[in-house]
């Protein structure tokens, strides 16, 4: 009996050791990942998006795992894979045009 009572004592601190990590490091990472995936797959034409190599462009078409971007004034097309997307921000013509309206009649009232 004592034995057993040994045995499981030094199994139950590699047992939380492994519950830690698992807490610490492996579920952060894959509510990372999810989100990440989720913003890939929200993409849509018209989109200003930021490659992981650095590139700045707007989406002009999309398929299956690719992505067109124009980038600058020169209206240069390059395809990208998804998974190299970074960053997405949204196209939100009417928040834009609602919050410089609210600003202005904001400031009017001062």
Known sequence: MDESMGLIGTFI???LMVVLMYFLLI????????KA????????VGDTVTTIGGVVGH?????EDTFVLETGS?????RFKR???????KLNMEGNSNSSDT???DSSKK
């Open 74 to 78: 020169d209206r240069v097309k390059l």
């Open 27 to 34: 579920r952060p990472q894959n509510k990372k990942e999810k």
């Open 59 to 63: 989406v002009q078409s999309i398929k």
């Open 13 to 15: 601190p590699l047992i």
């Open 103 to 105: 600003s202005k009649k």
């Open 37 to 44: 995936a989720e913003m890939r797959n929200s993409i849509e």
């Open 83 to 89: 998974w190299a997307i970074q960053e997405v921000e």
